[in-house]
């Protein structure tokens, strides 16, 4: 039987058959009727609030500490704690805590918007660096250790390196190099890991962060892990951070944070540990072995085998070709004009396999695969600062994307999903980027921000007029 302390306290409660006179109002799911009732009632009889012998998310002493005490050690951190707002507030936290209102801060530039909003709150003087690309795909590789060696002597003031690995297409490029690298000139290593809180479960998938020395990860479990959305850990190298981050988790997470996805992350937890038996990298890299052989040339090989990419055909949008997946039954992560991206079970069963292999046999049938893989990733400055301590209220205005170029964005445009701001407030809007976001909305890709887009229209920084 697997340890998951916040689990079996729930499930042990439920076996008594309690009486809810307290929050949550759906009183043990006795309220909840209909298609609710059937789909969620079993659910919600775990759905309890701090009851006594429940512990306390905020003060953890009981059965929540000890939940997040066994996941330190699986994961080899000082101290890890649960997130029931996704890595999204964990890269605040993380931010918050590490970072002072001035410092200067190295960020990788194909960063989460969580990052960005993180960097807004600290107040920062944020340098953001260009990632490397895959010299196949042109998908980003991360920052490299040349770079960094190259910034640092252009900022030799920085306190701290932002990174994202791996990246969401599973790469995690110079990782190690360069967190060494940054270590060796006193820098705090703050990484977005949000998908890898599988990497410590098999030697064969790539290295974690925390595992190559950085000093905070944060990691979405219920990304590549059976935990539910939202759940999330945040892995401490040190104790001395551990006030700083416990004080801004408690001023940005729920004072209600929800058992079940507690319990999520308490057994995801204990299910990566089984699995590290079972060594699922091998069986994954064999899956890719498999598609190579049935579909030659469709799929692109990746770092971490977790990660599936397959090649849009020629005659098809991204958009498209994802729709022809959806009328298999298939929905995958996310296209854009170049590639699907499937994010594969972390344990196949045979015949799940099977069928997998079968459908992609089908859709690929017949199909003409590009043969000049054209480039759809956003060309990114080398290098660019952001002083977020000095972003305030400013004049604004609408004007026509044909007018834009040259011009301050005001406000955030983020082709989602992956989530990465096209253009950070207080940058310029150049040709390159723009023509990038209109092949995007084009064909068919979602856009966070930019609320005029529909009338082809972008949020600027008003100019002043001056007279002579």
């Known amino acids: 039987m697997m340890n998951t302390p ?11 058959q309690p009486v809810s006179l307290h929050v949550p109002g759906h009183k043990n799911g006795e309220l909840a009727e209909g298609d609710y009732g059937r789909f969620f009632e079993q659910v919600m009889k775990l759905d309890v609030t701090e009851l006594p012998g429940f512990d306390d998310l905020h003060a953890p002493s009981e059965c929540i500490y000890e939940a997040e005490q066994l996941a330190a050690e699986q994961y080899g951190s000082a101290r890890t704690r649960f997130l029931v707002g996704g890595s999204t507030v964990g890269n605040l936290a993380m931010l918050l805590a590490f970072c002072n209102r001035g410092d200067t801060v ?5 960063s989460h918007q969580s990052i960005v909003h993180g960097l807004e709150l600290a107040g920062v003087q944020a340098v ?23 910034a640092y002597k252009a900022y030799p003031n ?45 030697s064969m998938f790539p290295r974690s962060a925390l595992e190559v020395g950085a000093d905070a990860v944060v990691q979405s479990a219920h990304k590549t892990l059976p935990a539910l959305t939202m759940g999330a850990y945040l892995h401490l190298r040190s104790l001395d951070d551990e006030w700083k981050i416990n004080g801004w988790l408690k001023r940005l997470q729920t004072s209600s944070p929800s058992y079940i996805i507690m319990a999520s992350l308490d057994a995801a937890r204990a299910y990566a540990r089984t699995m590290k038996q079972r060594k699922p990298a091998q069986a994954l890299s064999r899956f ?20 599936l990419l397959m090649y849009v055909p020629e005659g098809y949008t991204g958009a498209n070709w994802e729709k022809e997946f959806h009328r298999q039954g298939i929905y995958p992560e996310l296209s854009n004009e170049q590639f699907v991206l499937l994010i594969l079970p972390i344990q196949m069963s045979e015949s799940y396999e099977h069928e997998l292999l079968h459908v992609l046999g089908k859709l690929y049938d017949e199909q ?3 043969q000049k893989k054209q480039r759809f990733t956003p060309d990114y400055p080398e290098t660019s600062m952001i002083s977020f301590e000095s972003i305030g209220e400013t004049a604004t205005e609408y004007i026509h994307v044909d007018q834009a ?3 301050t964005i005001a406000e955030e445009v983020v082709p989602y999903p992956p989530g990465i701001p096209l253009w950070i407030v207080g940058e310029r809007i150049d040709e390159s980027r723009l023509v990038f976001l209109l092949e995007w909305c084009k064909s068919g890709g979602r856009v966070q921000g930019g609320n005029q887009l529909r009338n082809d229209e972008l949020l600027v920084v008003k100019e002043e007029v001056t007279y002579e």
Do not use: C, W
Not at 6 to 16: M, V
Not at 185 to 201: F, Q, R, T
């Open 6 to 16: 916040i689990l079996q306290k729930l499930i042990e409660h439920a076996h008594n």
């Open 106 to 110: 190295f960020v990788q530039r194909d």
């Open 128 to 150: 953001f660096l260009r990632s490397d690309l895959d010299e196949q795909t042109d998908l980003s590789r991360g920052i490299g250790r040349a770079t960094l060696a190259s």
């Open 158 to 202: 920085a306190r701290a390196l932002v990174m994202t690995s791996p990246s969401y297409y599973g790469s995690v490029g110079e990782l190690e190099a360069v967190v060494n690298l940054a270590k060796s000139y006193g820098l705090s290593v703050l990484v977005d890991e949000a998908h890898g809180a599988h990497l410590h479960i098999d």
């Open 288 to 307: 890719h072995s498999k598609v190579q052989t049935k579909i030659p040339g469709a799929s692109v090989s990746t770092e971490d085998p977790l990660k």
């Open 368 to 370: 003409t695969l590009p």
């Open 405 to 407: 170029v040259g011009r």
